[in-house]
């Protein structure tokens, strides 16, 4: 599975910054500035690479933060499991009723609930969880794909919306004419032929 790309950049400049700071290069620059015999420059020198560690620490305290933040945004806590586990199958329950209780189709509709019940329990979210299993990917993207495709679904096609503007152009232009006595008799005239 590829990585957002948000991820791959923090890594990426986890990669620059560590580079950047290895206690050798560090050294480095402090002997080069020890090495010039004036102690201004020195000195000037030393609070430079003292001010850019401490922004590469922020930047590096930045980038564990969204790193970490990306990570629990991924994955349930046992609150969240507890209230799908709660929540969800008594739902599903009652959607199954309401679909057809009774009869033929309550039989049916056992084995799909049951099924339903095994892979939302708390053992099974925390399984997946551990595994690997992106909640939010897997069942919150479609989901949200779904609700947008129904919405779009409901709204009037660039088509339909040109078609509604011709039509309404045609009512105004009519209205037009029944205020003109000339323009109308012609019109009638030509309604006639």
């Known amino acids: ?43 000037n020198e030393l609070q430079d690479i003292v001010q850019e560690l401490i922004n590469d620490r922020a930047e590096l305290q930045s980038i564990a933060t969204a790193l970490r933040d990306h990570l629990v945004a991924e994955s349930l806590d046992g609150a969240d499991i507890r209230y799908i586990t709660e929540k969800l199958i008594p739902t599903l329950e009652q959607l199954i009723d309401r679909r057809g209780g009774g009869g033929e189709g309550e039989e049916v509709a056992v084995e799909p609930m049951e099924v339903a019940k095994q892979l939302v329990s708390t053992e099974m979210l925390t399984i997946l969880q551990l595994v690997g299993f992106n909640y939010k990917r897997a069942i919150g993207e479609p989901l949200t794909r779904v609700v947008e495709a129904l919405i779009t679904s409901q709204l009037p096609s660039p088509e339909q919306l040109r078609l509604q503007t011709v039509a309404l152009e045609h009512q105004t232009e009519l209205l037009r004419i029944a205020q003109n006595p000339k323009a109308l008799a012609n019109y009638q005239k030509l309604q006639q032929q």
Do not use: Q
Request: no cysteine; proline share 5%; glycine share 2%.
């Open 1 to 43: 599975m590829p990585l957002d790309p948000s991820i791959t950049d923090l890594i990426v400049r986890l990669g620059e910054l560590t580079a950047i700071n290895t206690s050798a290069s560090i050294a480095t620059r402090i002997k080069a500035s020890r090495a010039a015999a004036k102690t201004d420059e020195t000195i």
